[in-house]
């Protein structure tokens, strides 16, 4: 079968750091992915992928790639535009800072890229995120944004269980950490939307908990915390909380809530009221979440861009518009504060971005995690 070209533009400790995955990182009671974790591990891993050339604008991060997956000093390059001429990949991997992500993608997309796994989040304003979209689906590009856990099938056997009925209609999702909204909200605005099948969001009410105060006429000069509420066009209510409980959810719905606790190290079912076994104590009789393997969200992300190259089908489960929705989620948060708590109503029209002011800095590197590739 044929082995497609792989390159990374942005080359920090996500897009190639040489860790063990959410295993190492968060202990080993966690069944929400294994090995391999960062981008370059997947295209190393995979059987359909070969990693040929990277970009960075640090020489001291591209010595780094050199040294522990051996691309040859002239297949790194400073200049994305140059290794893109130059190496024609057929994929590229992009983990830099979300500001640069929209000309990155819209680039690589008229290069003739067909292929594009970007880290979240997506970009740092309304107006990028579309014309990214636009470039991409112009172009018939396959892309897939690394919100991780919409490819976990724990968080997959959720969604149906909360959506096929044994439970009732789903009702209420909660979410326990939105702080701070980019970097870590962006994987939870995601999964709420996951978890209630990509249903389209109607309205916003929030406030933000930190970075409120950061506003310079349209810029937002942090990545700031808050917390807020999302209703769903089918009735569906999210609440998007900041709380010490960390990366923890629950999925409500008539009959039964679904629960996942520490950050993926613990997942059960309560059936509630009619739905509950009456022999039990308790408001509802808890019962065993359906046994699933852990695996690596990484490589299911990369193989899915690999069957669209294969089949010339572009759509992909993290797609370009499910990214933007996610990705409008965030700048309500910001719009509904900046209006003093109101809702706001979607599609939003804002011009709010996020522009950080801040010296690069060098990626985060961390000796004691290391687990070389295979």
């Not at 590009?141 to 991780?148: K, S, Y």
């Not at 409980?245 to 079912?269: F, H």
């Not at 522009?355 to 290391?370: A, H, L, M, T, V």
Request: a negative charge; proline letters at 4%; aromatic letters at 10%.
């Amino acid at each position: 079968m044929k082995t497609y070209r792989a390159a990374i533009i942005g080359c920090g400790w996500r897009s190639t750091g040489l860790y063990g995955g959410w295993r190492e990182r968060f202990g080993p009671s966690s069944r929400l992915a294994k090995y391999p974790f960062s981008h370059a591990q997947g295209f190393v891993e995979s059987a359909r992928t070969e990693f040929v050339a990277a970009s960075d604008f640090q020489q001291e991060t591209l010595d780094r790639v050199q040294k522990d997956y051996e691309v040859p000093a002239e297949h790194l390059y400073t200049d994305f535009r140059e290794m893109i001429e130059k190496e024609k990949p057929d994929i590229i991997s992009i983990g830099t800072q979300q500001e640069q992500r929209a000309e990155i993608t819209i680039y690589a997309a008229e290069a003739g890229v067909k292929a594009i796994y970007a880290e979240k989040p997506m970009t740092s304003s309304l107006a990028e995120a579309e014309a990214m979209a636009e470039a991409v689906e112009r172009n018939g590009v396959a892309f897939n944004l690394g919100t991780n856990r919409r490819w976990s099938p724990g968080y997959e056997t959720a969604r149906d269980l909360a959506n096929g009925g044994e439970y009732g209609d789903l009702k209420t999702i909660i979410t326990y950490n939105m702080d701070p909204i980019f970097i870590s909200g962006s994987h939870w605005f995601d999964l709420i939307n996951f978890l209630n099948c990509d249903r389209r969001a109607v309205s916003v009410q929030a406030t933000l908990t930190q970075g409120g105060d950061k506003f310079v006429g349209d810029v937002m000069t942090v990545d700031p915390g808050g917390h807020g509420v999302v209703q769903y066009e089918n009735g569906v209510t999210a609440y998007c909380l900041t709380t010490p409980r960390g990366s923890e959810q629950e999925v409500i719905c008539e009959g039964g809530a679904i629960y996942m606790v520490g950050n993926g190290s613990e997942w059960y079912l309560r059936r509630l009221g009619k739905h509950a076994d009456p022999g039990k104590a308790g408001p509802g009789s808890r019962e065993e979440f359906p046994d699933f393997e852990a695996t690596s969200a990484t490589l299911a992300i990369i193989e899915e861009l690999v069957n669209a190259l294969d089949t010339g089908d572009p759509t992909t489960r993290g797609g370009v518009r499910q990214a933007q929705a996610s990705n409008e989620l965030i700048f309500a948060f910001m719009e509904s504060h900046r209006r003093g708590g109101q809702h706001v109503e979607l599609p939003l029209k804002s011009n709010l971005r996020l522009q950080r002011d801040f010296d690069p800095q060098s990626e985060e590197y961390r000796p004691d995690k290391i687990r070389k590739v295979k």
